[in-house]
Structure formats: C-alpha cells, structure tokens
C-alpha cells in the first residue's frame, strides 16, 4: 500500500509525553469559551489520535506541530518525499484544515466520517494511496467522531493542494484508485493466524487494546507489512518486492524491521520496556536511533499505557523468520546501522492544547 518517498514522515510530527492516562487530555489543557466539557473532551481524543497514533502529520503537514502555521494544510511544494509517485501517478496529501475553499470546510461532519470509514470523498471517489483509510476505518465511531471533530477545531489555512493522480480519471481530475481496494478484507477476528498467545507478564486486554492501536490507528501494516493479521507477512518487516520499498532516503536505503517475535530476525529478544523505549525515545537496545520514516516523533506521545498495549500486541505475535537488512544512513555504526541523530536535533515537545493553530469552534 505504501509507496514510495517517505522522507519527513514522522520527523516532522513532534511531540511530549503530556497527555495524561485516560489519553483525553493534554498537558497545559486549558478551557475554551463556549466549548461544552463533551465537545472538549471530544477535541482533545480526536488531538490525541491525530498526534500521538495516526501520524496524520506525518503526510498531511509540512508544519511540524500545531504551532506551526501550516498545520495539517496538505502539501506544500519542496517537501522532501510528495508528492507520492506510484507508478506513473503522482497523489498529493489534502489540506484537512476547515479552509472553505482549499481545505474541508464544505465538507459536513458526516462526509468526514464517512471518508475515513469507507474511503470515499462526498463526490464518491475513492482517496488515494497511500492515505490509510482502510487502517482507520477500523477505529471505533467514537474515536473516528473524535478526529472528525478535532480536524474541525483547527485553524482554517489556505493552502491549495493540487488534484491526485491516478488511472482513469474522473472529469474532475482526481483518479480512479478503485482497483487499488478491490481486495481489501475486513480486519479478521481476533486471534487470527498469525496471533499467539500473550507474553508473561501481559494480559489479554492489554493485547488486544494493541491490536486496535495497531490495526486501526497507528497503521503499522502499511510499512511493517502483511493487509492484516490473516497475512502470513504481518508485520515480518520488509520483503524483496514490496511496493515502494526500501525507502530511499537521499543515497540511503531504510528497510522496515521485523516486528515479530522471532528470536534471530524480529523482536524476540527485546523485552516489553525496549520495545516501549523504541517507540518513546526512538532508540533501540543499541542506542541507535530508528531511521526515518518510522514515526516514533509522533508515538513518543502515546500514553504508558498505550505503549505497554503495543508492546505486548508485538510480543504475542507468532515468530515469523524474515531477515531484513540493516537500514543505511549517515555515519554507520561499525554494525552498519546508519546514524540518524541529525534528522531528530530539532525535535520538540508536542505543545499544550491550544497551541496557535488550534481554534475551538463549537
Ligand atoms: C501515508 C500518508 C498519509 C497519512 C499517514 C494520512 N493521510 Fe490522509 N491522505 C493522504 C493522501 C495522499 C491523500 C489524498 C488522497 C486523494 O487525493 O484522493 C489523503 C486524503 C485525506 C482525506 C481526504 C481529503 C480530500 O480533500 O479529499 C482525509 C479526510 C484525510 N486524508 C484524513 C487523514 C487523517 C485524519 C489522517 C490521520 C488519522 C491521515 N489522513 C493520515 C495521505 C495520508
Ligand atoms: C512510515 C513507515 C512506518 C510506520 C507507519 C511504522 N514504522 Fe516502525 N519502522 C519503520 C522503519 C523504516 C523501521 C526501521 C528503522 C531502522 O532500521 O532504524 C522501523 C522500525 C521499528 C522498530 C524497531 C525495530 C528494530 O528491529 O530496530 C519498532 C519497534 C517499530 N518500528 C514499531 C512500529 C510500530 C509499533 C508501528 C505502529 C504503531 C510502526 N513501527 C509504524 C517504518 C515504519
């Protein structure tokens, strides 16, 4: 599903660990007039998953934080991997700003929901890849309101985003991507295939909160591999052939890791808190920082619990061996691991609700 350049995915996204246990509140959380505690609460949800899980950032923004003035306003020329080339098409990420001309600020709630349940745009036209509709169409309604309603609370930008490409265009412009879902599955039952039981020290629930953090939200598929957990190739790391994969990144190529627990070529031998360490500082048992684009600047701001959920999702994965090669990058390690320090120096704490470009508008 991913395809191609992915360089200021995540790196871009910033964030801190403000956000208190319930995931419902940020630090600094101040009140806004006529915002009821509901709608607040609402907001605040919808930031979480938009911040700390979805990574929509990560595409959507060359603003690196809701401080910054292009905050989720789409693509924005001279940004470092867009637009998306897949094949001979190129898709651009849509400005999700309330902006009534460039932006969704036509769009009723309704048609927001429904494009990130179903796919589709209010005119019927499926989005393009790589936006990962078919992940976030597993979220519960409840957390798809909550993004619906925080996109709506953020500050109108103009910011013109030209029409994806694609096969067989409407005549309107925007391509027709059908073929691209036309075998896409629902998320299969928990456990399927590839699911095992829970590692010592985790608890059924706390597994299969992961699993929706995984599945519907955080996306991990799109680049760890494998549809669902059905595929025999979930989540088992890059393989020879993957669409748009390895990830080049100026000279260098990034290989999505194996994340299954398979001793010699995923996670088997990092304990629960590595793998939580992983995704909050960005560092591995090594201390070698994770190569973009995996978006650890945004899962940094996933609560403990969340992460520990995640963790434990990853550790009750079947062993799958797949070996990936070490991903390349400045500076090597004498184990050949790039060094990739540099591209998080910048690197700041998500800033307390509201930061500049979030408006509440009740
Ligand atoms: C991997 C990149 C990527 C990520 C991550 C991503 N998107 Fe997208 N998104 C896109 C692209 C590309 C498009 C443009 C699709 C098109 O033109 O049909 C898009 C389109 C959309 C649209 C349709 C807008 C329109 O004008 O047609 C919405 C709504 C949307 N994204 C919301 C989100 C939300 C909310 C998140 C985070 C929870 C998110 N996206 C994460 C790439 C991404
Ligand atoms: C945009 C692509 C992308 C997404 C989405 C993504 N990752 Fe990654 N991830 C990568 C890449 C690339 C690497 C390899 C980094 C490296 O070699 O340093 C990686 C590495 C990792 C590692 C370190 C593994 C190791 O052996 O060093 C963990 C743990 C991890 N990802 C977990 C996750 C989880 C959990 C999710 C979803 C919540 C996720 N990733 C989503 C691209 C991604």
Redesign the pocket.
Known sequence: M?NSG?LG??VMAAGALCVLATGLQGCGESTVAGASSAQQQEVLRGRYLVTA?G?CA?CHSSGKDPNDPMWLAGYTQGTPGQPFEIGTFKTYPANLTPDPDTGLGKWSTQQLFNALRTGKDPEGHYLCPPMPWPTFRNMTDADLNAVVAYLRSIKPVSNAVPPSEGPNPYPDGHGDWSSAYAGLQPLPAYPAATEGTPATGTTPSEVQHGRY??TAV???G???GGANPSDPKWLAGYTDGTPGQP?LIGPFK??????TSDKNT??GN?TQND?VN??KTGK?PEG?????????PT?RNMTDSDLDA?AAY?RSLKPVSNAVP??EGPNPYPDG??D?SSAYADLQPLPPYPAANEVFVP
């Open positions: 991913r992915w995915r995540g899980v990574d990560g953090l995984v955080g996306d991990c799109g680049c760890h990830f990034v290989y999505p890791a194996n994340l995923g996670l990092w793998i992983a995704l591995d070698h920082y994770l190569c973009p684009p995996m978006p650890w899962f995640i990853l070490p991903s691991h790039g990739w």
